[in-house]
């Protein structure tokens, strides 16, 4: 069973929609993260938790926030959808007791906002 | 002008040539260097890591870092089809994943 896994993998919504991409982790890690890739801009960090009560912006927050559910649990919401969310957006987690802070992300969610 | 700087590519090379992949960056505060493999549908995983300066050598990969001329590599020897995926360079001034910047993937073929 894969240890950090995303739902929906694949979603299509309209301009305007509310959506909710979301996370959960089997590792037992107290940190995760949220996000985006695009062509030729490579990964972004959108939000990052270090735990249940702890939640910090990345570099590019705007028009998203997240929830801490659990400490397995960690999910992403677009309020109101637009077009240029469309992206492939990676659910990661990492411990920081193990040296280099290895991440481990999850297999992804494709989104097109239309 | 951003901070970590990736040729995008495509390329695409023959099995058992060796590749280069290559970053520049210009902070020059980051002190951690690493590489990501991304497999078609995949997330990321890291391959290999460096700290500082210097070679370092896992079986056919080899990472090196150039603080001097802010530029880092990824040789691999050998290649087979099963190494074509992206590979991403990531870099960070401290400890800490969320303060991690990354490269925007190089997309690597290999013919059998």
């Known amino acids: 069973d894969a240890d950090v896994t995303q739902t929906p993998r694949n979603r299509i919504t309209k301009t305007g929609k509310r959506i909710m991409l979301e996370c959960s982790q089997t590792k037992g890690h107290d940190r995760m993260y949220w996000y985006r890739q695009d062509p030729g801009l490579g990964l972004r960090l959108i939000y990052y938790s270090f735990d249940v009560k702890d939640i910090n912006k990345g570099e590019i927050s705007d028009g998203y926030s997240v929830s801490r559910q659990a400490q397995a649990k960690f999910s992403l919401s677009l309020e109101s959808a637009i077009p240029n969310q469309t992206a492939l957006y990676f659910c990661?987690?990492?411990?920081?007791?193990?040296?280099?802070?290895?991440?481990?992300f999850g297999p992804g969610t494709r989104l097109l906002v239309l | 002008q951003k901070e970590v700087e990736q040729d995008p590519g495509p390329l695409s090379v023959p099995e058992g040539a060796i590749v280069s992949l290559n970053c520049t960056y210009s902070?020059?505060?980051?002190?951690?260097f690493m590489w990501y493999r991304q497999y078609s549908r995949k997330g990321p995983e890291l391959l290999m890591y460096t700290y500082s300066s210097g070679n370092k050598e896992d079986g056919r990969f080899t990472a090196q870092v150039d603080k001097s001329s802010k530029y880092i590599s990824l040789f691999i020897r050998d290649s087979q089809p099963s190494d074509s995926a992206t590979y991403l360079c990531a870099m960070s001034s401290g400890q800490g994943a969320q303060k991690l910047v990354f490269g925007q993937g190089t997309r690597l073929t290999i013919n059998p």
């Open positions: 990661a987690t990492s411990d920081p007791g193990q040296g280099v802070e290895t991440q481990y």
């Open positions: 902070n020059s505060a980051f002190q951690y």
